[in-house]
């Protein structure tokens, strides 16, 4: 069956976010006045499994071995059908 994952991967609290910190300063600049940003990376992978626990412990490897460093990184896993 095939599965839509929405993987999020966000910085850790406390963990400096340059990118964040120069889109408030442009956005500052605009006009917007914003009270927090932070940036966050998002992947949507479509996979073929058996069921979705299999999406999911899938989704919860590529995080493991690729996609997030967990020293600096969250991230989330969606089902989305």
């Not at 964040?20 to 009270?35: K, P, Q, V």
Request: contains cysteine; hydrophobic residues 40%.
């Amino acid at each position: 069956m095939r599965y839509t994952l929405k993987i999020t991967i966000t910085l850790k609290p406390g963990i400096l976010d340059p990118e964040a910190h120069a889109i408030r300063h442009a956005l500052t600049n605009l006009g917007f006045r914003t009270e927090d940003l932070k940036t966050a990376r998002i992947f949507l992978i479509t996979l073929d499994t058996p069921d979705e626990g299999e999406a999911r412990a899938q989704a919860e490897k590529m995080c493991e071995r690729l996609l997030a460093n967990p020293v600096i990184h969250d991230h989330t896993v969606e089902v989305m059908g």
